[in-house]
């Protein structure tokens, strides 16, 4: 049985890194890559070898870069590994040695393809992060708009929701190339599966918000709306959880339903919005 997951919380602040651990462990994925504050590295990586895992950390720092005006943003830059400015490490951890230190390899090389391989992403989506990286990079780099594009209407399957995972809530390490992206789901309905075996209270948490509708914006914030229900075009909420204050957010606030048009395209009270910094999204 893997470790508890209150434990690794714990240890890791964060149980998204905690289920990626446990995937590690449980076979799910050959090599989990989680990041972790610089000052934390040597604890965790006593930690993690307690648990019977490899460990390995990047050759640099990443500075995530906070943007107070948009909501959250998971855009960040390079530091050399000494410098003096804090930072954040990535950490590869595997029941095999040979692996973390391949994935390490990978990361300094910028090598995606074969990171993303022995990460256990699935190959189109791999292809996906590769070819939005230089704009992605620049922008919130969530990839969320892009994997939109790809997809075809509004609903999609809820075990391939990566656009909350602000909230270190989500059953995908990878972005998927789309949110109907079939390899993803797979590897979203194993995770979820275990997650239920280990803590049907997470579990259903996990449920809970990742089946709710979403409203992602470039500029504005990004809007779940809960307790909804859908009646065909309409979606009707009880409350809204907004990452940012905006106009957009105000008129969630004020109304209780949104219509919607397209995936690009609704309309929240009078107010007609859309464009390809839009979106809705409904997970079942």
């Known amino acids: 049985m ?13 149980m998204t890194k905690s289920l990626d651990i446990i995937y590690a462990l449980e076979g799910l994925k050959k090599v989990s890559r989680i990041i972790v504050p610089e000052e934390n590295i040597e604890q965790i990586k006593i930690f993690l070898g307690n648990l019977g895992l490899k460990v390995s950390i990047s050759n640099f720092k ?13 855009k960040g830059f390079i530091l050399d590994k000494n410098s003096r400015e804090k930072g954040n490490f990535f950490v590869y951890a595997s029941r095999d ?42 922008r919130k780099n969530d990839y969320i708009l892009p994997a939109l594009k790809n997809s075809s209407g509004w609903k999609f399957p809820f075990v391939n929701n990566a656009a909350i995972r602000h909230m270190d809530i ?27 075996k280990i803590s049907p ?10 089946k709710c509708p979403v409203i992602y914006t470039e500029n504005e914030g990004i809007s ?31 109304n209780h339903e949104i219509y919607v048009y397209e995936k690009n395209s609704f309309s929240v009270g009078n107010v007609t919005i859309k464009g390809d910094f839009f979106g809705v999204m409904v997970f079942e």
């Open 2 to 14: 893997p470790e508890p997951l209150d434990t690794l919380t714990q240890n890791l602040h964060s």
């Open 97 to 138: 040695s040979e692996s973390v230190e391949k994935a390490k390899i990978f990361e300094d090389k910028n090598d995606h393809a074969s990171l993303g391989k022995i990460l256990g992403y699935p190959d189109c989506c791999v292809k996906f992060f590769s070819e939005n990286f230089l704009i992605e990079s620049k």
């Open 224 to 254: 779940i709306l809960r307790g909804a229900e859908i009646f065909e075009n309409k979606i009707k909420y009880k409350s809204f959880i907004g990452s940012a204050r905006s106009n957009l957010y105000n008129l969630i606030a004020n």
């Open 62 to 74: 990443v500075k995530k870069e906070s943007d107070f005006l948009r909501g959250y943003s998971d």
């Open 201 to 210: 209270d997470i579990s259903k948490i996990f449920s809970e918000m990742l």
């Open 170 to 196: 989500s059953l995908l390490s990878n972005f998927p190339c789309s949110f109907g992206c079939e390899e993803s789901r797979e590897i979203g309905r194993k995770n979820f599966q275990m997650i239920e």
